[in-house]
């Protein structure tokens, strides 16, 4: 065939090219057979690029490097591509495999087009006795002022320009590291300060002070980089919706909606090195016309679908999923595909319990065939509410991270489709009627769900026609005391504090997990708000108007009971709290502090938090060495980092998120929900530091699982090996030399999965300062009575 | 679980719940303090029964009710020191340390009376005696060993102020450099004693050192009474580089201190374990031979 291969760079594969030295690379999924022609095997980035490089050298590819492609212009069978040099190359086809890097923000200033300014810093240890500027204040522009100044041997004066005066979007670390080197003189650290104009040895800057001019051999600009959707939107190809996670359009042969362009791998959403290859192989056959060709992936759905009755082909199923299933409908062939591999398919007999109440789940559920019960009632299970074919079910889980409000068995013989968090999340994302339907279906469930038995669908249609979503910044105010607004929420996604103002004071009075409700006082009497609602961390809130609420309790006079014992009990709390205040206002400060402060390092996302007592704590260590010793020799818990307030430390270890970030950006998916509700990452990591960079608590660390130890006896009877607790790294280096080095993969704490008697720490802890604690039960006034005693 | 019915799955949660969350209680109080009530109990029934049990002529560690508390009192013994493999095997089950600690700390005080009356108040200089003495040297460490336990992590927690061991060497680490950029302008004398106090080894291994805390005089206390001892303020650039120093010296001063008394009272906390173990080891041996010779004369 006739064809070139344009790449922007001097080499190929820029994204593995950037790896760092010597990375192990890792070739998941295993169940895929590769059928690139290209060999690829897990392996070191080295062998891996030189073989590539070989292979195409042998394949006699016609390759063109330093070929950036600016432009594409036409239509299928005729298109012109522009290159950056000027250059036009045409083409009947275009398969466009740029990967998801996009373009570094360039300088825009006069000189910026000088050869001395770069946008990508390789090797710091490269450039020695230099005036050297970084610009650029997140955290990539930060590392690389610290890379280049830390031997003060290569003698480079280092200077960082901040546009701003702090520092605010790098990590606390990075900052605290950039200011210790400011402290010490080794870089020049330049706040409200902007580059004007780059020159031959110098630059000239825009201070508060006016302009001044410094002397600059080298320029690193890491301003961040812009993605490629503007360039492929450009190309007339469309996104499947406006959301930033949104992919391409695309046919199953990968061709978009601009006929003749072909977009695949990393940009395709398929980041797996392997997918990229295949896709690679497939595009160009059924550009050769080989149309017959079954997609590489064929087998692991057939596998997948390989249980459920009626020996359908894999293309049967995937249409009965996409007719049947209302939110699929939208979806193409290829989404399908990519949607079915992250989930699973389930068939279920009649009266089988598909989840049950509490039990820790985000993932959602959508029927194919046959129907399901909901057991609304925890005491009566003959309670139910049917859900019929089509619809969906376990959505609340999934948007608001917590365990299954209710059980639910099959109706009859049901075939259904689970989707991982992460699948249901991209379905969301890209198929925006899917959005709404779920939306909808989850408000109505969740009314249903708090307001409990007796009501149905219709009788509460009018108050979620009125219901709004709204989005709360973390700590914005949804309810002020004092107003007389009339609203009612529900939290939907994150968590609240309720607080009311105490001698001048906000005193924490609770704390609010998504799935409760508020606000149902000042509708309920007229009153006006007796305290106020702010979000803990970044929540979403359904709102509903007073008047509708009220006319629900006006028809329905058993909900109107609930709302009225539950207010009850709250009012109790509150003068609980308010009489404490009278009599022990220290100690009700006190606890308010701790909430606060407690809520501040996260416990307000978490679901299972480990804290130390440290009036308790006697600095053994026990719990580290414990963690240690039941995880590969790996401790996943720095007992003394991490912040302390009254005696009350949150040691680095992982707070188990409802929605984890770590989540948002695993290439193979590999960290999931276990199946006690713990966070945990499993054997397809392949280490690329995408979590690890997410985590905004710091707790997961990358490291090379060390070889076993000697045992116990050994080492108390003859000293042999480093003991109890994580080998020092010099003696696991050593080993590891010996034994033959491991890729590093990312590992953190898994609260002791599948270890009978739950958490190592815990138990190991000889005084009873390590407890692991969940936000309810530790943020609640029960505390207040303990400290006050 | 798919054989359970949904019931049983839901009690299941709650279990693990219930399982994962150690209950925030100290290992004195642990479960309302009752391995304290067990061991009070059974020390008080020895009492008792030692006080009713009528043994001919006397009461001794060979008469049958002899026997029995001796019996008890080793296999005690052998427990307690056992927790010195249960601290270091993260084996799974249930078990947690803190109730083994509760239980060891309150069984092993019990051995005071079941010890002590096993012997009939019947020492003499002999081997029997020395496993006696051991036990309750071994039991007198303890009870240090808990006061202190109860008493110091909140000063550990005070004096740490949110650092960790690395970063407070890291933090001087950072003062040194910079005492030695600033010191460059001073008078030779001057920078001499900067350069002294630099270059003294502060943690200058060894018991007394770790034992000895904070506020001792150093070099780098000698070197800042020396720079601002009768030093005029004048706003000369020459004393503009000393506030400079003295500023820098009575920080790497405050950090010395906080390292100091960090290692001391690390120091305090595990010093105890040095003799509660090696005693154990000696006590177990002393055992044996007790209980060696008791069986060799019979
Ligand atoms: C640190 C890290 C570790 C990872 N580890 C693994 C691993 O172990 N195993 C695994 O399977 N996956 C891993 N991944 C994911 C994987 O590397 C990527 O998803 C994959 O390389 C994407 O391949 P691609 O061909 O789609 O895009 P890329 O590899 O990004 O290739 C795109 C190429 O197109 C060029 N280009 C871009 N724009 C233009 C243009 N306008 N004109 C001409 N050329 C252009 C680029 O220079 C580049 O060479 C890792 C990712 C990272 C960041
Ligand atoms: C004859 C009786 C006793 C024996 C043989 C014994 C033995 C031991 C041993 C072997 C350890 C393990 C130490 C280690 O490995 O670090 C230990 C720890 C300990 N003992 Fe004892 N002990 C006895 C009595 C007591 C008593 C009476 C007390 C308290 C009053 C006590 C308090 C403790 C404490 C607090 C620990 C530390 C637990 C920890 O930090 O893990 N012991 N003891
Ligand atoms: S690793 Fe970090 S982001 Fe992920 S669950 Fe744990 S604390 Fe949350
Ligand atoms: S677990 Fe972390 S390091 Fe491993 S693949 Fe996922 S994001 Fe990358």
Redesign the pocket.
């Known amino acids: 065939m006739s064809h070139i291969l344009?790449?922007?760079?001097d080499h190929?594969?820029?994204?593995?090219f950037k790896?760092q030295k010597g990375k192990h690379?890792?070739?998941?999924p295993s169940n895929l057979v590769l059928r690139s022609d290209l060999d690829f095997d897990a392996g070191k980035r080295e062998t891996i690029l030189d073989t590539w490089d070989r292979q195409i050298a042998e394949g006699q590819v016609n390759v063109r490097t330093n070929?950036?492609?600016t432009a594409i212009a036409g239509s299928t069978g005729a298109f012109t591509l522009s290159l950056k040099d000027g250059s036009v190359i045409e083409a009947e086809a275009v398969v466009l495999?740029?990967?998801t890097?996009g373009n570094p923000n360039l300088l825009k200033l006069p000189g910026a087009d000088l050869p001395h300014v770069q946008y990508q810093l390789d090797d710091p240890t490269e450039y020695v006795d230099e005036h050297i500027t970084v610009i650029g204040s997140g955290d990539a522009g930060i590392e690389n002022a610290l890379g280049l100044a830390a031997d003060e041997a290569q003698g480079n004066v280092v200077t960082i320009l901040n546009r701003r005066a702090d520092f605010a979007r790098a990590k606390g670390a990075n900052v605290k590291l950039l200011e210790e080197a400011e402290a010490d003189g080794r870089i020049f650290v330049r706040r409200e300060t902007s580059p004007i104009e780059v020159r031959e040895g110098e630059i000239v800057l825009e201070t508060r002070d006016g302009q001044e001019t410094i002397p600059c051999h080298r320029i690193i600009a890491r301003t961040g980089s812009q993605p490629?959707r503007a360039?492929i939107e450009q190309c007339g190809v469309e996104f499947a919706s406006a959301d930033r996670a949104a992919f391409p359009k695309l046919t199953p042969s990968f061709e978009t909606t601009q006929p003749g362009i072909h977009v695949i791998?990393?940009?395709a959403g398929y980041?797996?090195?392997?997918h990229?290859m295949n896709q690679g192989y497939d595009v160009i056959e059924f550009l050769d016309g080989n149309t017959e060709l079954k997609p590489a992936d064929e087998p692991i759905l057939a596998e997948k679908f390989a249980d459920l009755p009626g020996r359908r082909t894999v293309d049967e199923w995937l249409e009965t999923f996409r007719s049947q299933v209302i939110i699929l409908q939208e979806l193409s062939p290829l989404q399908m595909r990519e949607l079915m591999l992250d989930s699973t398919v389930h068939a279920y007999g009649r009266d089988e319990v598909i989840f049950s109440r509490n039990e820790p789940g985000s993932s959602m559920f959508a029927i194919a065939e046959g129907s399901v019960l909901v057991e609304v009632d925890p005491s009566d299970r003959s309670v139910t509410v049917p859900i019929g074919t089509g619809s969906i079910f376990g959505e609340v889980g999934l948007i608001s991270g917590r365990k299954r409000g209710s059980t639910i068995r099959a109706a009859e013989s049901t075939v259904a489709v689970e989707f991982s968090r992460l699948a249901a999340l991209k379905l969301l994302a890209t198929a925006p009627s899917a959005n709404r339907a779920v939306n909808r279906i989850s408000i109505e469930r969740q009314v249903l769900q708090i307001f409990g038995s007796g009501l149905t669908p219709e009788d509460i249609a009018e108050l979620v026609e009125a219901a709004e979503v709204v989005k709360v910044p973390a700590g914005e105010v949804v309810i002020e005391e004092g107003a007389d607004d009339k609203d009612i929420y529900i939290v939907r996604v994150g968590s609240m504090v309720v607080e009311k103002d105490l001698g001048g004071k906000p005193v924490f009075l609770s704390y609010l997990p998504a799935g409760s409700y508020f606000g149902e006082m000042a509708v309920i009497d007229g009153s006006k708000r007796s305290a106020s609602v702010r979000a803990a961390i970044k929540s979403e809130v359904i709102r509903f108007p007073g008047e509708a609420f009220n006319a629900l309790l006006d028809a329905k006079p058993d909900i109107r009971d609930r709302a009225l014992t539950d207010m009850a009990a709250r009012r109790e709390i509150n003068d609980f709290v308010e009489s404490r205040k009278a009599s022990f206002g220290g100690a009700v400060d006190m606890y308010s502090q701790t909430a606060q402060f407690l809520v501040d390092n996260g416990l307000g996302e978490a679901t299972d938090v480990l804290l130390i007592d440290e009036k308790l704590c006697v600095g053994c260590d026990n719990c580290e060495k414990a963690c240690a010793d039941s995880h590969d020799g790996l401790s996943r818990l720095d007992r003394e980092a991490g912040r302390t307030y009254a005696h009350l430390h949150v040691p680095t270890s992982c707070r188990h998120c409802e929605h984890p970030h770590c989540m948002a950006d695993c290439?193979p998916n590999a960290i999931r929900r276990g199946p006690d509700g713990e966070v945990v990452i499993d054997e397809t990591c392949?280490?690329?530091?995408n979590c690890q960079r997410n985590c905004p608590y710091g707790v997961i660390r990358m490291d090379a699982k060390p070889p076993t130890k000697p045992g116990l006896l050994n080492w108390l009877l003859f000293g042999a090996g480093p003991g109890p607790g994580e080998a020092s790294y010099a003696w696991r280096k050593n080993k590891a030399a010996e034994a033959g080095e491991t890729a590093k993969l990312a590992i953190k704490c898994d609260m002791c999965s599948g270890i009978e008697g739950g958490p190592a720490c815990v138990r190991a802890c000889p005084t009873g300062a390590a407890i692991r604690v969940s936000p309810e039960r530790f943020l609640s006034v029960a505390r207040l009575e303990e400290g006050v005693d | 679980m798919a054989t359970l019915s949904p019931r049983d799955r839901d009690a299941g949660y709650a279990e693990i719940e219930q399982r994962r969350s150690a209950s925030h209680e100290s290992f004195l109080a642990h479960r309302a303090y009752f391995w304290a009530r067990v061991a009070g109990f059974a020390s008080l029934f020895v009492i008792i029964t030692y006080l009713l049990v009528d043994v001919e002529p006397r009461h001794n560690g060979g008469s049958w009710y002899g026997y029995t508390l001796g019996t008890i009192g080793a296999g005690l013994i052998v427990w307690l020191a056992w927790l010195g493999i249960r601290k270091r095997r993260p084996t799974p089950g249930s078990w947690s340390l803190k109730a083994w600690t509760s239980a060891h700390v309150y069984l092993g005080l019990s051995l005071v009376i079941v010890g002590t009356l096993h012997t009939g108040f019947q020492l003499g200089w002999n081997v029997h005696t020395l496993a006696w003495v051991l036990m309750m040297l071994v039991i007198i460490s303890g009870a240090y060993g808990i006061t202190v336990y109860a008493s110091l992590p909140q000063r550990l927690s005070e004096n740490r102020r949110e650092m960790t061991r690395e970063q407070m060497i890291e933090s001087l680490a950072t003062i040194d450099k910079q005492l030695e950029a600033a010191a460059q302008p001073l008078t030779r004398e001057d920078a001499d004693m900067v350069i002294a106090a630099l270059e003294q080894d502060v943690f200058a291994s060894g018991i007394r050192a770790r034992f000895a805390g904070a506020g001792r005089s150093d070099a780098t206390r000698r070197a800042l009474e020396h720079i601002s001892t009768g030093r005029a303020y004048d706003d000369d650039p020459d004393d503009l580089a000393q506030r400079k120093v003295r500023a820098l010296l009575g920080k790497r001063a405050a950090q010395i201190d906080q390292i100091r008394r960090q290692m001391q009272t690390k120091a305090l906390l595990e010093i105890w374990l040095y003799i509660h173990v090696p005693l154990t080891i000696a006590l177990l041996a002393a055992l044996t031979a007790h209980i060696v010779s008791v069986f060799y004369y019979w």
């Open positions: 344009l790449e922007k760079t190929l594969s820029d994204t593995i790896y690379v890792m070739a998941t070929a950036d492609v495999a740029i990967g890097q490629p360039f791998g990393a940009l980041p797996l090195i392997k990229c290439p392949i280490g690329c530091g």
